[in-house]
């Protein structure tokens, strides 16, 4: 009896270790390669794009920032087509200002071109009538002077400072031929005046006396310049002036009638430069 009981506990003992080592083999033989296999395919699954190039799925993020990638660099694209756009329209904007510029340039250079050319005309007619005048002018002049006799006097210096009357040096000598004849007398050389807002006056004497009409004088101002240095030469007439010996003069002397000018400094003459008078006679018609 007792060693019956002893043969069913073994076999129930026996019985739990065969189940034991049965579970160890199946986990061994299923479960584990089941478990490494869906690990497996989990890692293959997820770098199978980065390893192999294929697309199981993948993550859903990455793949919205590959779509928004696309978009962006549409946009890009369709931004860079619309400023080169924009470009080409601005060139054509510029090319359309110039054309426009050079057709205002073109009329304004016709209207120019016509006001000169009546405007040339208009002097051409003018010209032509100055002339006319001035032709009949000078046909009218011969008719009325006539040369009857010419004397010259020239020198070089001397300088003479601070002239106040008659200036040294300066005269001639010369027989008028007839009574009714006018003389016309020319006076050259170098004036000077010293002082700011000065004046001086140098007129040519016939005899010691001024010329009753159009006497031969030259009024010389400084104006600003402490000194205005300036060669000119001096036309004036004489008439009624009898037939005979005469002697023409220069004097020289601050303006008078303003006491501004009382203590202007006149020079007459400059070293290195002449001086010369020149008397015509000549009649005119009556």
């Keep these: 009896m007792n060693d019956s009981n002893n043969d069913g506990d073994t076999e129930i003992a026996l019985s739990a270790e065969a189940k034991s080592e049965i579970w160890k083999a199946m986990w061994s033989t299923f479960v584990v390669p089941a478990v490494a296999l869906v690990i497996v395919v989990f890692f293959l699954g997820f770098f199978a794009k980065d390893i192999f190039g294929l697309d199981v799925g993948g993550d859903p993020i990455k793949q919205e920032v590959s779509h928004l990638s696309e978009k962006n660099q549409k946009v890009a694209e369709a931004v860079s087509v619309a400023e080169n756009m924009i470009a080409e329209v601005s060139e054509l904007k510029n090319e359309a200002q110039r054309i426009s510029s050079d057709l205002k340039s073109s009329e304004v250079m016709d209207q120019v071109r016509q006001e000169l050319a009546a405007s040339l005309k208009h002097d051409q007619a003018f010209i032509e009538k100055v002339s006319g005048s001035l032709n ?132 007459t003459g400059a070293e290195g430069y002449k001086w010369s008078i020149e008397v015509l006679e000549v009649n005119t018609a009556q």
């Design 136 to 267: 009949s002018g000078l046909d009218d002049l011969k008719n009325t002077l006539t040369l009857q006799s010419a004397f010259h006097a020239s020198a070089q210096g001397p300088y003479v400072e601070n002239t106040r009357g008659v200036v040294d040096k300066r005269f001639m000598n010369f027989s008028k031929k007839q009574d009714g004849t006018v003389l016309r007398i020319a006076y050259e050389d170098v004036f000077r005046v010293t002082g700011m807002v000065k004046a001086c006056r140098w007129e040519v004497l016939l005899d010691g006396k001024s010329c009753t009409s159009d006497a031969p004088l030259l009024d010389f101002y400084s104006g600003v310049s402490a000194i205005k240095t300036a060669q000119k030469r001096i036309i004036g007439y004489c008439e009624n002036v009898p037939a005979g010996m005469h002697m023409v003069s220069v004097k020289g002397e601050p303006v008078p009638g303003k006491k501004i000018f009382e203590r202007s400094v006149c020079s």
